[in-house]
């Protein structure tokens, strides 16, 4: 199709706008309102994900290492500990500094350790998991593994909070999945019906077209442009009420039972673009479907 | 059922009357012949395409051949005299510049060149019709039908546009009229049909 029909049909989608500004302003203030359900949800939950990643990187294992331990042995283990994925060790505690650490933490109860004549803490490396993906996980099958190895007395983990903390995360993008989708459809069946009353308001415009010859297309090409550019200004419109929302709210510091929880953050990048094509495609398919709609109506 | 056994012909360049009283069916009749309405029996042929078979597409394209006129003259109230009669012609795909050329040209020969940026319901009635009828005329089509053109408008502003539906014919194009005033009928000798209960009886 030429440009200039583009053109033309972007002229009639301008001009209908303009000329239709009330039901304009109520069908884009729809989806701002709709897109900005949306995103509020999408940046609760890349917020709940950020604040579980993190807490997750804070997760440690510590390998507890025999007191007969040689050179060699020591440097394999280090040498496996660094082919685990995600894995990395934050520190190696030798037997006096974990002596040295416990009389810090127990204070003046501590003097009872200086009574020892031998040292029975044991060395070990602190491992720290970063970036990991906790679906392939299997801290499990780590420990096992690791207390194998020649050297390695014990290896211990918080393996219950971990398999909590790994269902959570399931759940948390389970439950965005489900309650995003139904966003989704519902978003859907609101612009749709929407820009249906736009469209039905103005049938007689329409009527007129096509006493004039206008193809199917030349009516519906203006009225999809007309969804596309209300799902755009719709979702900059909600983009924009969340980042002041998120400004107002990232000026003060949460607290959890008096614990002061991680930075909030705005959306990534690439969630902003998605909200923003999926305004672009949600006012597209909703003035499809309801020009579609309409044109059944009209031919009955 | 509206219309029935209707055995009518008409040429290329004439100029028609449909009259009978309300309900005899001139309204059907003309909305058939436009492809608004199918026949539930019968054939109806207009340059000898078919409307019975013709699909939705191709009775786009037909239309933009055929002009039609409404009493209440359906202008978009909200786009201008000008822009009005442009859209039949933007509607078939037509440059910018020979659209606005077309209609300027179209505006000044239905005498409305000084009203060309006034909206609808800022002109007269009997000039809402001449936009209508400059709409109905800017693609130079092979057949005008129009539906009591007269009907919302004073016997001088009738006689205009009549002058001006005789004009429009002697230029080639085929006027069919649809009304049930006797006063349009006086004196013509154009042919009429005159439709009863939705029979043709003359």
Redesign the interface.
């Known amino acids: 199709m030429?440009l200039?029909?583009w053109a033309?049909y972007f002229r009639y989608a301008v001009g209908n706008i303009s000329?239709?500004r009330l039901i304009h302003a109520i069908s884009t203030g729809t989806i701002t309102i709709s897109l900005l359900l949306f995103g509020a949800f999408v940046l609760f939950f890349v917020n709940i994900n950020d604040w579980v990643l993190e807490w997750g990187q804070t997760l440690t294992m510590s390998v507890y290492l025999k007191d007969d331990i040689d050179q060699q042995e020591k440097q394999g283990i280090e040498t496996t500990l660094g082919r685990i994925t995600g894995a990395e060790i934050s520190s190696f505690v030798s037997k006096e500094k974990a002596l040295l650490d416990l009389k810090e933490t127990l204070g003046p109860q501590g003097r009872f350790l200086e009574g020892l004549n031998e040292n029975p803490l044991p060395a070990s490396f602190e491992v720290v998991f970063k970036n990991i993906s906790w679906g392939s996980l299997n801290p499990k099958k780590i420990k096992e593994d690791l207390e194998k190895l020649n050297g390695v007395d014990e290896v211990q983990y918080s393996e219950q909070w971990l398999e909590r903390f790994e269902g959570f995360v399931y759940l948390l993008r389970l439950v965005g999945l489900i309650i995003g989708g139904l966003l989704c459809i519902a978003v859907l069946f609101i612009i749709t019906n929407t820009i249906r009353l736009t469209i039905y308001s103005r049938r007689?415009?329409i009527?007129?077209?096509?006493?004039?010859?206008?193809?199917?297309w030349?009516v519906k090409a203006p009225f999809l442009i007309e969804g596309a550019i209300q799902g755009i200004v719709g979702a900059l419109a909600a983009l924009g009420i969340l980042f002041l929302m998120y400004s107002l709210l990232s000026l003060k510091t949460i607290h959890i039972f008096g614990l002061p929880l991680m930075r909030v953050v705005f959306l990534p990048e690439g969630h902003t673009v998605f909200i923003l094509s999926l305004g672009l495609v949600l006012g597209l398919m909703g003035s499809f479907i309801a020009i579609g709609r309409f044109f059944r109506f009209f031919?009955d | 059922m509206a219309l029935k056994d209707i055995n009518l012909r008409i040429r290329r360049g004439d100029f028609v009357f449909v009259t009978g009283p309300s309900g005899a069916g001139k309204t059907t009749l003309l909305r058939l012949m436009f492809g608004a309405e199918q026949p539930t029996e019968g054939q109806i042929l207009v340059d000898g395409i078919n409307l019975n078979r013709i699909g939705?597409?191709k009775l786009?394209?037909?239309?933009?051949r055929?002009g039609?006129v409404f009493q209440d003259f359906?202008?978009?109230n909200?786009k201008t005299v000008f822009q009005n009669v442009a859209?039949?012609s933007?509607?078939?795909?037509e440059?910018?510049a020979i659209t606005k050329k077309k209609t300027h040209q179209i505006l000044r020969a239905v005498g409305l060149s000084t009203k060309e940026q006034a909206y609808p319901l800022q002109v007269s009635g009997g000039e809402q019709q001449r936009v209508a009828i400059a709409?109905a005329m800017i693609?130079n089509p092979l057949i005008l039908f129009a539906d009591e053109p007269t009907g919302n408008l004073d016997p001088e502003i009738t006689r205009e546009i009549m002058v001006l539906f005789r004009t429009i014919n002697l230029r080639g194009t085929t006027v069919v009229i649809a009304t049930h005033s006797r006063d349009l009928l006086e004196n013509t000798d154009q042919r009429v049909v005159v439709l009863n209960q939705g029979m043709i009886i003359q």
């Not at chain 1, 009527?207 to 199917?216: F, M, Q, R, S």
């Not at chain 2, 786009?60 to 933009?64: E, H, I, K, N, Y």
Request: aromatic share 10%; net charge positive.
């Open positions: 030429a200039r029909h033309l000329s239709n007689d415009e009527e007129i077209y096509k006493l004039v010859g206008a193809t199917d030349f031919y | 939705r597409l786009d394209l037909l239309r933009r055929i039609f359906k202008l978009l909200r859209l039949a933007q509607v078939i795909g440059r910018s709409r693609n």
